[in-house]
């Protein structure tokens, strides 16, 4: 009965964190139509935009150590719910913020929350596998793209009938609503480890750095489109608000299918060979995005690049959490930590750049980075292994 019951409760834990995925994704892609409102309200220049999504991106990266130690302390759950809580106002204090200033500090605030949140997501995850005896976390992903997809649609579309503040308001309200539900569900740790005398130390081994490259290659595209599709479509192409939307939108859809189906992919073909099959796709839907001469047509383009990015990333952590002689903590503490750099940092020098030269040479650009990664395909061959259940 007591394993029966402890089944129910993991599998009940499973769409519990689940939904916070969910959550976290339709916060970020409700972030990305409001993009091109910021510029006009505040009456910014791009350069001045990137430094605020810079912001965004220093607030998350300062934040995700501390969330790691958090949770050594306090348990994954207690962290997560707290976490999320607060993400979920993030964006209506951007929307609220009268002028540049307070929209820096808001969008530090909001990256360092979602950030946290991310972190403390992905970490309970794992405690699900390990209750569960199997892997959830590709799915999980799934549900973070399905959210992006989510916000990135509809946040268009509301923002251009209702406004923007609304629209931030009701985000607001569906993240705590989510979360509200999810929280009793979440599952736990038997009891939170910290190693008080534990020191830090890089590892040596080149090898973990070249995967970070992996992810960091395959992750500056997602930011490139997350944060500046919609200024591309609406500025470049002429689309209108609605449309614009779903640059992200599109990208975020395909990407959220394939992850869903990640997993028996990769069992089937392997992953070096997923990896380099997808990075060609999605170098292929990038190139054409910044070729397109069509709002719908880049549409299209950034959907086929979501396709193939959608099992770079999953892969590339996997890998660094593999990693031969290395603690599994360390290795994806280190092809983590670069990978986010890339979704966060990297857009605002994206932003400087595309002042100067416009958005179209800066996604034919980024294509040449998947490229490389499916020349550096070989590094994947750690994410092959078999998952063994939690006794």
């Known amino acids: 009965m007591d394993?029966?019951?402890s089944t129910v409760t993991a599998a009940r834990g499973r769409w519990a964190v689940a939904a916070m995925f969910l959550v976290n994704g339709f916060l970020t892609g409700s972030w990305a139509p409001q993009i091109p409102l910021v510029l006009t309200r505040l009456e910014i220049t791009e350069f001045t935009l990137g430094l605020l999504i810079l912001c965004f991106g220093l607030g998350a990266l300062s934040a995700m150590p501390?969330?790691?130690y958090l949770m050594s302390k306090h348990g994954t759950r207690k962290v997560l719910t707290v976490f999320a809580l607060l993400a979920s106002f993030g964006l209506l204090a951007v929307a609220l913020s009268p002028n540049v200033w307070i929209a820096a500090v808001a969008l530090y605030a909001f990256g360092?929350?979602?950030?946290?949140?991310?972190v403390a997501m992905n970490a309970n995850a794992v405690v699900v596998e390990q209750k569960l005896g199997r892997a959830v976390m590709s799915s999980s992903h799934g549900f973070w793209s399905l959210g992006g997809f989510a916000g990135g649609a509809l946040g268009g579309i509301f923002?251009?009938?209702y406004g923007y503040l609304p629209h931030a308001v009701i985000v607001t309200v569906i993240a705590l609503a989510a979360v509200a539900v999810a929280i009793p569900r979440l599952v736990s740790e038997e009891r939170p480890v910290h190693h008080e005398h534990a020191k830090f130390a890089l590892p040596?081994?080149?090898t973990v750095y070249l995967v970070g490259l992996l992810a960091l290659f395959s992750m500056i595209p997602e930011g490139a489109v997350l944060d500046w599709g919609a200024l591309y479509l609406r500025q470049e192409l002429g689309?209108?608000?609605a449309t614009a939307g779903f640059a992200y939108a599109g990208f975020a859809a395909t990407m959220a299918m394939m992850r869903f189906l990640g997993d028996r992919v990769r069992n089937r073909y392997g992953a070096v060979t997923t990896l380099r099959v997808s990075s060609l796709i999605a170098a292929a839907g990038m190139c054409v995005a910044g070729l397109s001469p069509w709002p719908w047509l880049a549409i299209a383009a950034f959907a086929f690049c979501g396709f193939g990015i959608a099992n770079m990333v999953p892969?590339?952590?996997?890998?660094g959490g593999n990693q031969p002689g290395m603690a599994s903590g360390t290795g994806m503490a280190i092809v983590t930590t670069m990978g986010y750099s890339g979704i966060l940092m990297?857009?605002?020098g994206i932003g400087f750049t595309a002042e100067h030269t416009g958005f179209g040479p800066v996604f034919i650009a980024l294509s040449a980075l998947l490229v490389v990664v499916c020349l550096m395909g070989s590094l994947a061959r750690t994410a092959d292994f078999t998952a063994q259940p939690a006794e």
């Not at 360092?112 to 991310?118: N, P, Q, T, V």
């Not at 892969?315 to 890998?319: K, L, M, P």
Request: avoid cysteine.
């Open 3 to 5: 394993a029966t019951n």
């Open 66 to 68: 501390w969330s790691g």
């Open 159 to 161: 923002i251009q009938s």
């Open 315 to 319: 892969i590339a952590f996997s890998a």
């Open 346 to 348: 990297a857009p605002s």
């Open 239 to 241: 689309a209108d608000l």
């Open 204 to 206: 040596r081994t080149p």
């Open 112 to 118: 360092a929350l979602a950030g946290s949140m991310d």
